[in-house]
């Protein structure tokens, strides 16, 4: 059987964005890599969205970029800017396409289903496959997301809406998202914030034809793409192997209160990839500590005033957008920080220190 230098486990978002960052760096000029991938074929299954607060490789991959967008209540709508870091969507069909055209080039890269196929007791390992273990009181993002696409102009695709909380909350957190790709098409997202204990909010297709029809007062529409999926708002377990790293949602890349991951994947590549000659003795990769602080409290608000959160998050964005960008993006400072937890319901925040 054959050995490799490296092997990523998991050619997915942060395992093809590792793969990239290392061979567009010539990293792998001398050295080997394999990437353990069961998928038999690559076709768009994801949008990435994200604010963007730092360069990326897949400015070329991006669908759609914009520098305006909502968050709104029942009876309250906040209009935002956010020219300093435009919200950008990746589109992942696009970003499959463009890496693997880019690894097929090298021959020092090769592909395999099963991990069994190799060696890999002499090799380094990036882990993306997550260890999940079930726990009825961990938090999870899920969502389900269509692309429509209409005959006529209907919506303004200047301008998109991050969260609309005038929905159906079923003592959990309930929003919808929607962004529009042109005048014609956008996506349509209904998300919640719960321990998925109960599936019948998972009645996504009604919850989405609802909000389309009776809301978005759109009845003549065609779904041309629909993805759904589960982020987990908790950190997966990980034993520490040596010569083992994980990466993405596996390496704790998630930020917790957001489920944003996308660029912090690029980050993380970015440090291993410049890391790589000594990365057995390199520091961990983490979200600062501080984040991971505030977002547990903040989750613990969560849990156990899911009726507050609506206008929690409201409340949030009456800070400057560029200041709530760059702190839901892990990059602001202790100022800005501030300025965002005096936002915050104060007593409501200090209780769930105790909880
Ligand atoms: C539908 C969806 C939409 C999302 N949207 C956003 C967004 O808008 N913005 C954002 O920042 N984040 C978003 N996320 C969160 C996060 O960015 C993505 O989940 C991202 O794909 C995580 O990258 P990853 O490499 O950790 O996992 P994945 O991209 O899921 O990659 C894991 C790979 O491992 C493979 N695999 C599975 N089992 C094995 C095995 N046993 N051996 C080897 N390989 C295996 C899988 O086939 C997959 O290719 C979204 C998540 C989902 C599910």
Redesign the pocket.
Known sequence: MKDFDYII?????????LAYELEINEKLKEKTLAI????TEYKK??????WKIADHNFEDCVKKSWENFTVNTANKTNHLECVDYPYQ??D?GLFYEKINNKLKENKNISFFK??DEINSRNSFVFN???LIKKNHHNLWQH?C?VEIETKNNFFDDEIFNLMDFDCDQRESVHFFYTLPYSKTSALVETTWLSKMNDSSKKDYDTQIKDYIENHLNLKNYRITYK?????PLFYPSHEIIKNKIN?????G???LS????????QEHSKYICKNIENISETKKFEINKKYRFLDDIFLRVLEKHPEKMPDIFFKMFKSSPKTVIKFLSNKSNFLEDLSIIFKMPKITFIKALFY
């Open positions: 486990i998991g050619g997915g978002c942060a395992g093809l964005s353990i991938e069961p998928r299954d994801k949008t990435w969205s994200f969507s990746v992942s099963n991990i993306s496959v997550p969502f997301g993805e759904e999926g589960a982020i990466i993405g949602t596996a390496g890349m998630t930020r957001t489920g944003y991951t996308f660029l912090n994947i």
